[in-house]
C-alpha cells in the first residue's frame, strides 16, 4: 500500500506475551484454596488483570497517573472481595502476593509471537514495542525468549505519563514514524482491540489478532485493516497488504 510504512508498531502484554504463566502461579499458590471457594484461578486471574487495566486507564485520563505494575499489585485483596471471598488478607498472606508478583516477572511469549516477528523483519519491516508496562519487565520477557528488541524500539507509557489507550498516548510515536517515512502510516498490532482501534482513531493502519479476545466486536470497536486468528497469520497479512 503507497501510504503505509515499514513500521509495525506492537503492543506487548496480551499480545505477544501472554498471561498462562501469571495464571498457573495463582493456581500453584491459592488454587486450592481458590477451589474450596468455587472461584478458578483463571478466571481471578483474569478479573484481576482487567481490573488493574481499567483502574490505570481511570487513573490516567483523570491526571493521576500510577505505573501499571503497582497499579495490578495494590488491587490483590479487592479483587479476592469482588470474588466473594469474605476476609481477603486472612484467606491470601502478603507473602501469597509477593510470590505471585515474582512470577509475573516471568510470563513467556506466545506461540508464533517469535515467528511473528521475524516473518516482519525479513521482510523488511521495523518492528516497535509500545506497552503499559516498565521497561525493565517487558524487555526482560524479550530477552528471556531470544527475540532481539533494540532499547531504542521498547517504549513505555510510563515515559510520557499518558496511559493507553488516551489517544495522546499514541500521538508521539504516530508523528515520529510518520515524519521519518515521508508521511506514510506504520503499522499498530494489537490483540486488544480497544487498544488497535484507539491506535487507529490517530492515523496508524490497524491490526488485530484474536489470539485473546476470540471476538473482535468490529461492531462496537470499528473495521481494522488487516484481523487474523494467529500472530504469523496477522503478520503475513500486513507483508501482504504492504505489497499490494
Request: aromatic residues 12%.
Amino acid at each position: 500500500m503507497g501510504d503505509t510504512s515499514k513500521n509495525v508498531v506492537f503492543d506487548i502484554v496480551g499480545t505477544l506475551v501472554c498471561y498462562d504463566h501469571l495464571y498457573d502461579a495463582i493456581d500453584r499458590r491459592l488454587g486450592d484454596r481458590l477451589g474450596a471457594e468455587g472461584v478458578k484461578p483463571y478466571l481471578l486471574g483474569q478479573m484481576w488483570m482487567e481490573t488493574a487495566e481499567r483502574e490505570y486507564t481511570n487513573l490516567s485520563i483523570s491526571g493521576r497517573y500510577a505505573v501499571y505494575g503497582d497499579v495490578f499489585e495494590a488491587l490483590f485483596y479487592r479483587i479476592l472481595w469482588m470474588a466473594g471471598i469474605q476476609e481477603p488478607r486472612q484467606f491470601a498472606s502478603a507473602a501469597d502476593l509477593e510470590y505471585i508478583m515474582s512470577e509475573y516477572e516471568g510470563l513467556t511469549m506466545r506461540p508464533g509471537a517469535a515467528e511473528c516477528v521475524q516473518k516482519l523483519r525479513n521482510a523488511g519491516f521495523t518492528v516497535w514495542a509500545f506497552t503499559a508496562g516498565d521497561l525493565r519487565r517487558v524487555g526482560g520477557y524479550f530477552a528471556k525468549a531470544g527475540i532481539e528488541m533494540p532499547s531504542e524500539n521498547l517504549l513505555s507509557c510510563d515515559s510520557t505519563g499518558v496511559g493507553k489507550p488516551d489517544l495522546q498516548a499514541y500521538r508521539p510515536l504516530l508523528g515520529k514514524l510518520m515524519s521519518e517515512n515521508d508521511g506514510k502510516k506504520p503499522w499498530f498490532a494489537a490483540a486488544h482491540m480497544w487498544d488497535v482501534s484507539a491506535a487507529r482513531l490517530t492515523g496508524f493502519k490497524g491490526a488485530y489478532c484474536t489470539v485473546l479476545e476470540k471476538e473482535p466486536l468490529t461492531g462496537l470497536f470499528g473495521e481494522m485493516d488487516v484481523i487474523d486468528d494467529t500472530l504469523p497469520g496477522m503478520a503475513d497479512k500486513i507483508i501482504a497488504r504492504q505489497a499490494a
